[in-house]
């Protein structure tokens, strides 16, 4: 977790962009890889057959986009994936 602050905006900024810069040495220097966030959505490209058949597959109450992410929450949260 990177914390900083500051009392003004220009503050703020300056110990943010410090914060990181110290975090990066840190993982450098540990020969870590450095954490990046993920937004939360992708694009997945599927032949237009198959996007027919989950669009009929999909119940009214389903939304096309939730069968992705149930199966991956299924998937992901099996014993071989443990420690991601």
């Keep these: ?9 220009k503050t ?14 840190f993982c450098e220097k540990s020969g870590k890889q450095p954490e990046r966030p993920f937004k939360g959505s992708f694009n997945v490209r599927i032949q237009p057959k198959l996007h027919r058949k989950a669009a009929l597959a999909a119940c009214p109450s389903m939304l096309l986009w939730k069968m992705p992410f149930d199966t991956m929450s299924i998937n992901f949260n099996s014993p071989i994936w443990k420690g991601l």
Excluded at 1 to 9: K, L, P, T, W
Excluded at 12 to 25: K, P, R, S
């Design 12 to 25: 703020l900024t300056e110990d943010f962009h410090n914060a990181v810069d110290e975090y990066l040495t």
């Design 1 to 9: 977790m990177i914390s900083f602050e500051g009392d003004s905006a």
